[in-house]
């Protein structure tokens, strides 16, 4: 999966750190520029997933608009280059600050999550001299079959707003002056990769336009979020999502109106897969019934396995010496600091390096300096 060629210039670099491999990269938003292109469609690209610059600047030249979460995503999403008519901006706690920012860089859509956050909204375009358009994300109440922790679309879920709601937003949406509502949102969940979860919300989001339209709202957009799921336990067998599958199950269930646009929010699923972290193991333990295989790298560098309990694959990029069964661990202090437990891999000792698969997404964007770790660093091919 990683290149043997470039593995001197692996180690010479100081560990943990993140390598992106930009030709997988490129060949994963070409999938989803041809599949999506088939039906016209428009992507944004979830930056909260991976904002290392370089990886950024290949969404900007593939033409992708960007989701962001805060209002230091939207700036930094402006500055490098996302035309701000494709910057969309979603969060269920929006400050006045972050709502200012987003109505300066004047971008696409607020996606709004409460009938409160919406009088804001209208307030500071009020004293700004502006009209915000805005859409509504809407909770569904679709099951995307995930972790708890990354389902979103469920009825006692923090996100969106609910169907026994709509009436009240309806008439607060028919008074308020300076904003307009041009579509709405969806984003039921993370890693998703059972199809016929898009297929549930296709045909949810169906029964809701049609509520908006009975009601004498024109949507000119509707935007179904993110979650695409990634091959986490075999990602060589796998290394670009079937975006082709993705696209064709919106195209088949859900009914646009005429000149009706539909958006899409992907971040995992464009860079997971591209990304691997990269360490050396420090030392290997026996324990009682296993042995440790203690990295440099840990729960700081990469939080998802604690977090989520989430699976990676790892290889053993310097040995191909007879497998034997390891418990993967980091430095950190919390037992929670574990990558694998019982997973057989290649002799390995002091000085070997390992890759963690698959953690493009969601890996360097989440690390923190916990134990005052150093922040750890990232690395595209061409700037090994
Ligand atoms: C995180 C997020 C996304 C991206 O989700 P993925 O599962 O990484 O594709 C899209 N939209 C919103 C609103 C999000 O919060």
Redesign the pocket.
Known sequence: MIDRNILSKLSNKKTPFYYYDTSLLRRTIESIKKESGKYGYHV?Y?L??NTHDAVVKEMVSSGFGA?C?SGNEVQYASEMGIPSERI?F??VGKTDEEILTALRVGIFSF?CESIPEIEVINELAAKEGVVAPIAI?INPDVDPKTHEY?T?GLKDNK?GINHWDFDVVASKLKKLKNIRLTGI?F?V????TDMSVFEQLSLKINKISAWFKDNDFQLQHINV?????INYDSPASEPIADFAAYFKAFHEYIQLEEGQELHF??????V?QCGHLISKVLYVKQGLETQFMILDAGMTELIRPALYGAHHDISVLTSELEEEKYDVVGPVCESSDVFAKGVMLPKSQRGDIIAIHSSG??GQTMASSYNMRDLVLGYTTEEL
């Open positions: 944004h979830a909260k997933a989701d979460v969309a979603a969060g996606n994300r990354i979103t996100f949102h984003h969940g993370s890693q998703i979020g993110g979650g695409l799921g929010e992907l971040g995992r699923s464009v997971a997404a969601y």
